[in-house]
């Protein structure tokens, strides 16, 4: 089992920037990649960044550039970043972190809580 709780979101205007964090606890030598999704008003759940275990990071289009993902797994620490910068209306969301946690030859997914991003003047 992991479990993430996700932090940082907030109201900010066009053009700004915010960091939200995801701690990790439980079974962290199980995950095999950890990452970001958003879900807006109306709109499907999508893969906003991920970081796998072996150094592989994937960002979506819209996002690349402006967003960055990052890890700390240094001693006591499991977080996973996500830095958001020249933010746009259209990044509102909900934000939620996941992790693709494989134990033996089983896959699972963990959530977060969510986190709502609010980016408006």
């Known amino acids: 089992q992991v479990q993430l709780v996700e932090s940082g979101g907030g109201l900010v205007q066009p053009g700004g920037s915010l960091r939200l964090s995801c701690a990790a606890s439980?079974?962290?030598?199980?995950?095999?990649?950890i990452g970001w999704y958003r879900q807006a008003p109306g709109k499907q759940r999508e893969l906003v960044a991920v970081?796998?275990?072996?150094?592989?990071?994937?960002?979506a289009d819209s996002v690349k550039g402006r967003f960055t993902i990052s890890r700390d797994n240094a001693e006591n620490k499991n977080m996973v970043y996500l830095q958001m910068n020249s933010l746009k209306p259209e990044d509102t969301a909900v934000y939620y972190c996941?992790?693709?946690?494989?134990?033996?030859?089983?896959?699972?997914?963990?959530w977060g809580q969510g986190t709502r991003v609010t980016v408006s003047s």
């Open positions: 439980g079974s962290i030598f199980s995950i095999d990649a």
């Open positions: 970081t796998s275990s072996g150094g592989y990071t994937y960002y």
């Open positions: 996941n992790a693709k946690v494989r134990i033996g030859v089983t896959e699972s997914d963990s």
